[in-house]
């Protein structure tokens, strides 16, 4: 069974950065395609940027420039740089593993940007 964890979260400035981690048990990182989604309050959740088991990324244009993600074969594991955060980037970000239509997500870390 695939289980995600997600880290990384956190209080940041407008401006600041932050790197949510996504590490994989139960399956490899490498062999589906991969991807972080965000839901603000009131809000569906949103895809942010993927990654497949090629390596070609995707990144939302609402972020394009400021985040980046990557995977770490050998953690078993996939990223997000978050670079230039704003208020509006504030919401709960999943990570999600795409070995089935329904997909095996994580728990979710809080991001919260203050202006």
């Known amino acids: 069974q695939v289980r995600l964890v997600e880290s990384g979260g956190g209080l940041v400035q407008t401006g600041g950065s932050l790197n949510l981690s996504c590490e994989v048990s139960?399956?490899?990182?490498?062999?589906?395609?991969m991807g972080w989604y965000r839901q603000a309050p009131g809000n569906q959740r949103v895809k942010v940027a993927t990654?497949?088991?090629?390596?070609?990324?995707y990144v939302a244009g609402s972020v394009a420039g400021r985040f980046t993600i990557n995977r770490d074969n050998a953690k078993n594991a996939i990223y997000l740089q978050m670079n230039s955060l704003k208020p509006g980037d504030t919401a709960v970000y999943y990570c999600?593993?795409?070995?089935?239509?329904?997909?095996?997500w994580g728990q979710g870390t809080q991001v919260t940007v203050s202006s």
């Open positions: 139960g399956g490899i990182a490498s062999q589906y395609t």
């Open positions: 999600a593993f795409w070995d089935t239509l329904d997909g095996t």
């Open positions: 990654i497949t088991s090629g390596g070609t990324t």
